[in-house]
């Protein structure tokens, strides 16, 4: 949960095929932590949309883009004025390659960078630095082919060992791709003035291949910034693998649609797994607990952190896993709405997700109806493991 005395705003720069992860993983996990985010892109407003890419590594020389979700935008460009703004985040993808050459993007940029406010900046997002002339002398970071600018705007080139570095000079963090967002959201909340504390906790993520993309990413890096160390398990996989994940948005069908995700790797074995190390459990959504709610090991896994009044977290079709280990009688919780019937039978006490991001607490438990409550979802899991973030 957030403590904070002076509420800390800050601005994403973003637009279309700004990379997935480098958006929303960011987005909502400051939101979590008590920090107000206003996302802008230039040419569109409030409510509008930006479409989103996957990048990933699959076996080529390059990395492979895909579509992702649609991000909704929460102001309008053109309204922006830096100076009320403690911080700018600058996510990665193809966006930056178009934004580097639009002066007012760089004019807003340098605003934050003439007045040493915290600039955040990961993967591409450094082409717009750089553009804007603000890497000279800097130490930076980036996704490696991003190198031949930084160093032609006179950056000092900090090499990523992994694609999880980050590089901090001054106010300014860089990072080499969505692999650092523990670390580089970490940094930007300490420039913040964020203070971290209670953090020292374990936490178990139960995953299966086409769990959605966002409900296992997004609280497992927002979890992993504030210092907690977040294990991911799948049945009969081990660490190292990994599991494919699900897109599901709304796009004018009377449904969700499905696209494929990120693929998402494990930190741990599950056969063998000690669950009395771990402090608390999240389920992530999508369609892998279609499945799961079949395996007895997972019951069992589920049952032993219920029976003990740890902290589990579940989310949009998560609940049909609790559902099936009969641990939601006389709850009072929320699922993705076409998952009521699962906890209505299970002999819970529905509540009605209006609008579709509230979450809520019961006890031991926290329930969330889909993604876009992420924010609420990360927070109240915090609230239950006494992690606090102030500033």
Not at 218 to 242: E, N, R, T, W, Y
Request: proline content about 5%.
């Amino acid at each position: 949960m957030a403590d904070s005395q002076a509420k800390k705003t800050v601005l994403m720069v973003l637009g279309d095929y700004a990379e997935d992860y480098e958006v929303m993983v960011p987005f909502q996990a400051l939101q979590a932590y008590g920090v107000s985010v206003d996302a802008v892109c230039p040419g569109k407003k409030a409510g509008d949309v930006c479409c989103t890419a996957v990048h990933q590594h699959s076996g080529h020389q390059t990395y492979s883009e895909s579509k992702g979700h649609n991000f909704t935008l929460n102001a309008t460009f053109n309204e922006i004025d830096a100076s009320k703004y403690d911080g700018l985040i600058i996510p990665g993808g193809r966006a930056p390659e178009y934004l580097s050459i639009n002066e007012s993007v760089l004019d807003l940029v340098s605003k934050f960078s003439d007045a040493m406010k915290p600039i955040a900046s990961i993967c591409h997002g450094q082409l717009i630095l750089a553009a804007a002339g603000l890497v000279k002398g800097r130490n930076c970071t980036a996704y490696p082919p991003v190198k031949p600018a930084l160093v032609s705007a006179g950056s000092q080139w900090v090499e990523p060992e992994t694609m999880s570095a980050c590089a901090v000079d001054k106010n300014l963090i860089t990072g080499a791709t969505y692999e650092a967002h523990p670390e580089f959201i970490q940094l930007f909340v300490k420039a913040l003035g964020g203070t971290i504390t209670g953090s020292d906790k374990k936490i178990l993520f139960l995953c299966g291949d086409y769990m959605e993309d966002y409900e296992v990413m997004v609280p497992f890096q927002s979890l992993q910034a504030l210092g907690c160390h977040v294990d991911a398990v799948c049945p009969k996989k081990v660490a190292g693998d990994k599991c494919r994940t699900a897109i599901h948005d709304f796009e004018g069908d009377q449904t969700y649609s499905e696209k494929p995700g990120h693929d998402f790797t494990l930190t741990a074995k599950f056969e063998g797994l000690k669950f009395s190390e771990y402090n608390a459990l999240v389920i992530p959504g999508g369609r892998a607990p279609e499945y799961l709610a079949l395996n007895k090991k997972v019951i069992a896994l589920v049952k032993h952190f219920m029976e003990l009044g740890k902290p589990v977290a579940s989310i949009c079709h998560g609940q049909q896993i609790l559902a099936a280990a009969n641990v939601l009688k006389g709850r009072r919780c929320t699922a993705y709405p076409a998952v009521k019937h699962n906890v209505v039978l299970a002999g819970a006490q529905w509540l009605e997700p209006n609008p579709i991001d509230r979450c809520f607490t019961d006890g031991n438990l926290v329930t969330g109806a889909a993604w876009p409550g992420h924010p609420e979802f990360v927070s109240q899991l915090m609230a239950l493991l006494d992690i606090k973030v102030s500033f």
